[in-house]
């Protein structure tokens, strides 16, 4: 069975400091992987997502992540945070065979200091 | 093109009634998934459907239900609602595949009083 583990609920950052948010995964099979950010009163919105080609993946907005199979891991950087960064940011693991079964962590939140 | 939608966007309904909601993909997508978001649970999978069919069903009760149109457009119902109901549903259509995007709608925000 496939499960995300987002350690920490909530990270702040400065405005122009990194950004690094963190994803384990559990997968029995090779996973796909997936960031997505969730705005106020908004549905969720891809940032970025694995599915077995470059390890490294570059995203929207300056974000990517990188796929480590050895840590189980996709963690989620950007090297600058701006303010509008500010968001509930959510990874996701699907595998073969789920069809279009996204399975969530529980979510960070990010919040930007001026 | 226009993304996906969801009606109503609010709803407010007392313990033992039932509602439905509605959602319509973006056109071409084939795939629609319903998920539930709450506080203290997170994003949880509901149920997807592909074609008119069940595909893939979340551990919910019985009491949620889903269906699709020939249009692709989805429902989804629950019946003798619970306060515990009280969440955030989303929708979200892609074109069927695991590693396919899924595209989310704003959500329909459902209050159990």
């Known amino acids: 069975a496939q499960s995300v583990t987002q350690l920490g609920s909530h990270v702040s950052v400065s405005e122009g400091a990194l950004v690094l948010l963190r994803c384990n995964y559990s997968?029995?099979?090779?996973?796909?992987l997936f960031w997505y950010v969730q705005y106020p009163n908004q549905g969720l919105q891809l940032l970025l997502k694995y599915t077995s080609a470059a390890t490294l993946v570059k995203g929207i907005n300056g974000f990517e992540a990188e796929f480590k199979k050895s840590e189980t891991s996709f963690h989620l950087t950007k090297p600058s945070a701006h303010m509008s960064d500010a968001a509930e940011y959510f990874c996701a693991v699907s595998e073969a065979g789920a069809n279009s079964k996204l399975t969530f962590g529980k979510g960070i939140t990010l919040s930007v200091r001026p | 093109k226009a993304g996906v939608t969801q009606t109503p966007r609010y709803l407010i309904k007392t313990r033992g009634q039932q509602v439905t909601l509605s959602c319509s993909p973006i056109s071409g997508h084939r795939s629609v998934s319903w998920y539930q978001q709450t506080p203290g649970q997170g994003l949880q999978f509901l149920f997807e459907y592909f074609s008119e069919t069940q595909r893939n069903k979340g551990n919910f009760p019985g009491r949620f239900s889903g269906r699709q149109f020939s249009n692709s457009r989805s429902e989804m119902n629950v019946s003798t609602l619970e306060l515990g109901d009280s969440a955030l549903y989303l929708c979200a259509s892609s074109l069927g595949h695991v590693a396919e995007e899924q595209f989310f709608g704003p959500g329909t925000r459902l209050t159990v009083l």
């Open positions: 997968s029995s099979v090779p996973p796909y």
